[in-house]
């Protein structure tokens, strides 16, 4: 693999940044109009009850929960300009809401705003230092800045906080298959495919390490059974540069 198409290999495989899926601070069982905010698949029926919920709860800090959800509904129908004025609110009304930074940083990523995307991230990170998620979104953001050193750090504290991460482990060993680091994504693809048996991007990923190493028939069974799960998989590949 060139190490011209690191960036398009890394963010076409890289696991899309994850929203934070927000959950109220409460003991007794949830309502149903919050059920509703809350489950509802339908993101329009979720709007209504979100501000149902809200407009019961004004300026109640514990309930910025309710505007991160609304966000989430808005980021589902890809209305990026109101999700992104809901995470806003979130924050103003209560800025230690972690699940807020981290979804206004998606919003940022989503729109090209690295910078700003990799400053949020850091908050929700310092808010809650255990978020798995957020250092793997902000791994992206440090990625498109160029900082590849802190996106292999932001992936490894991931895999440190969740040691089944399959897809950072994918996307770091990636990083290391560009950068002739051949064991190290080896070892990265193992752990994928381990993390996930049935991802067919793992096993191609791991078989292309095989195939480095000259492991001709580990090679040739993982893409059999990348393409036995997936029969586009090598067309996929290599439309971003791997083959």
């Known amino acids: 693999m ?42 329009d029926k979720r709007l209504t009850a979100c501000a149902q919920v809200l407009a019961a709860h004004p300026n109640d800090p514990t309930f910025s929960w309710t505007l991160n959800t609304m966000g989430n509904a808005y980021f589902q129908k890809s209305d990026l300009v109101n999700a992104l004025k809901e995470y806003d609110a979130a924050i103003k009304l209560n800025p230690k809401d972690p699940q807020a930074y981290n979804n206004r940083g998606t919003v940022h990523l989503q729109q090209g705003q690295y910078a700003p995307a990799a400053q949020d991230y850091t908050a929700a990170i310092t808010l809650d230092p255990k978020d798995d998620a957020a250092y793997n979104n902000r791994a992206l953001a440090n990625f498109r800045l160029g900082k590849i050193d802190q996106s292999i750090a932001d992936l490894t504290s991931a895999i440190k906080l969740q040691p089944t991460y399959g897809g950072a482990y994918e996307s770091r060993g990636i990083i290391y298959f560009a950068q002739g680091k051949s064991d190290l994504a080896f070892a990265d693809f193992n752990k994928a495919v381990q993390a996930n048996p049935r991802s067919a991007e793992a096993l191609f990923l791991r078989s292309a390490a095989y195939r480095k190493q000259g492991k001709v028939a580990n ?22 540069g791997l083959k």
């Open 2 to 43: 060139k190490c011209r198409l690191l960036a398009a290999v890394l963010l076409s495989l890289m696991p899309g940044p994850l929203l934070a899926q927000t959950q109220p601070a409460q003991t007794p069982p949830p309502d149903p109009t919050t059920l509703s905010c809350l489950k509802d698949p339908n993101p």
């Open 219 to 240: 090679a040739d069974s993982d893409l059999a059974a990348a393409k036995l799960l997936d029969p586009k998989i090598v067309e996929k590949m290599a439309a971003i």
